[in-house]
């Protein structure tokens, strides 16, 4: 299939593994989640009961935990990237905890991590994993270096166990092939992660890209940050990975500039990220012999973009440099439209007990609310389905 003849408007393919049940589920859901106010209030209310210990568990397991997660273990997520691994979609599993503070939670984090590289290696359904710093680093540790502060004694220390457990992850990343992801977060943190980052970048992708950075889009400053990256991957003869994104963290962001004074890291426009997004995505082509590029979009104009690019520089659909992402419950179209037409495509799929992936779900909800975010295509999408599926029903009836 050439790549012209790509669409992301079949939507049989698109929800080929979801039945009727499913589909039903979906449409619910995210009729649901189109509702900003109902969106903030259920926010509210579930996690204060969580917090005085309330049995909501079940509800949320079954409702929009099932439809952004693959489960509480990995275990329970096999069932999933088996799913996805038939219609060639690799998982990326994603152990989805996040606010944890103490030295007894990081360890067991990067326990997690390991336990996924060893399940990941040697599987193709399994082809890549990933991290976030603040699963093993305390966030205001990583802040107080990111500001550039003199670290005390004791967080000296702290810090190197922070460089151990990461030192483990990627060396067994790095033996059993399977390469990690670091994901991007807020900026008061995001200098200390690019430096760990770029480290273990030069350290680990000698002969490929076992370590890959993400950067966010919605950064003023990530085009200048991506050229001095290619430099010193140049430079120090090291290959670069590139996970390219929107971001997710736009409103506390600005939030937090404003309350703060100082000039916010985001761009004064969507239009103005999604140039740098589609900018960047020709540097990482156009770079593609150091670089592994991963789009981590939605965007269909993104990922049409990309597909083009990678055209008219007769890079092959299949180029292991080149994989496409979404998460794991939205834009099927594009995922499997793209597995269809050949190219390397990853669903993230995260997962972790219920209660500790709520942030997760929350930022998930939060995105596919109101019509200017995820939502007017998510129900678009099910909705046609729905009719497509009504409609062959009857005609195979008249038959
Ligand atoms: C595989 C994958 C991995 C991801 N990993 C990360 C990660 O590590 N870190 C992270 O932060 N996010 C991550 N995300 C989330 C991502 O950053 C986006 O929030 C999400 O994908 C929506 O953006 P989009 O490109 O899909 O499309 P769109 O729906 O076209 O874009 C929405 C995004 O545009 C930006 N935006 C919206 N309005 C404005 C405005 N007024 N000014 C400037 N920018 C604006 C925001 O980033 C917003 O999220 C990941 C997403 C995927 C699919």
């Known amino acids: 299939m050439s790549n012209s003849e790509v669409s992301f408007e079949n939507t049989e393919k698109a929800f080929i593994t979801k039945d009727n049940q499913e589909l039903k589920h979906s ?61 060639n979609i690799g998982s990326i599993l994603d152990y989805s905890v996040e606010g944890k503070e103490n030295e007894n939670d990081f360890c067991n984090t990067k326990d997690e991590i390991l336990k ?7 599987n193709p359904a399994i082809p890549y994993t990933s991290l976030k710093i603040t699963g093993i680093a305390r966030l205001s540790l990583l802040e107080k270096l990111n500001s550039k502060q003199e670290l005390n004694k004791e967080e000296i220390l702290e810090f190197q166990k922070v460089r151990e457990r990461l030192i483990e992850i990627c060396n067994s990343a790095s033996s059993s092939g399977v390469p990690i992801y670091f994901d991007a977060e807020e900026s008061w943190i995001q200098d200390a992660i690019d430096t760990l980052a770029e480290e273990m970048m030069e350290i680990n992708n000698k002969k490929t890209a076992i370590v890959l950075t993400t950067l966010q889009m919605y950064r003023w400053d990530r085009i200048d940050y991506l050229k001095g990256l290619l430099q010193k991957a140049q430079d120090k003869k090291f290959s670069i990975g590139i996970k390219l994104v929107r971001g997710a963290y736009m409103e506390k962001e600005n939030l937090r500039a404003s309350q703060l004074g100082y000039k916010s890291p985001i761009q004064s426009n969507k239009e103005n990220t999604d140039i740098d997004f589609d900018k960047a995505v020709d540097i990482c082509l156009e770079n593609i012999d150091i670089v592994t590029l991963c789009a981590g979009t939605h965007n269909e104009a993104s990922t049409m973009h990309l597909i083009n690019k990678m055209a008219e520089l007769k890079i092959s659909n299949d180029h292991p440099h080149v994989y496409f992402s979404q998460l794991y419950g939205m834009s099927d179209h594009i995922t499997y439209n793209l597995a269809d037409a050949g190219y390397n495509v990853t669903k993230y799929l995260p997962y972790g007990p219920v209660k500790s992936v709520m942030p997760y779900l929350i930022r998930r909800a939060e995105e596919n609310t109101g019509i200017s975010g995820q939502m007017g295509r998510e129900l678009k999408l099910i909705i046609e389905e729905k009719s497509r599926r009504q409609n062959s029903k009857l005609l195979s009836a008249a038959k």
């Open 27 to 87: 449409l619910w859901l995210f009729k649901l989640m189109g509702n900003p106010t109902l969106v903030k209030i259920f926010s509210k209310l579930i996690i204060f009961a969580i917090k005085i210990g309330l049995p909501v568990r079940l509800p949320i397991k079954l409702t929009i935990f099932k439809q952004f997660c693959g489960g509480e273990s990995i275990e329970e997520s096999k069932h999933i990237v088996n799913k996805l691994n038939v219609s």
């Open 116 to 122: 996924i590289i060893k399940v990941a290696e040697n």
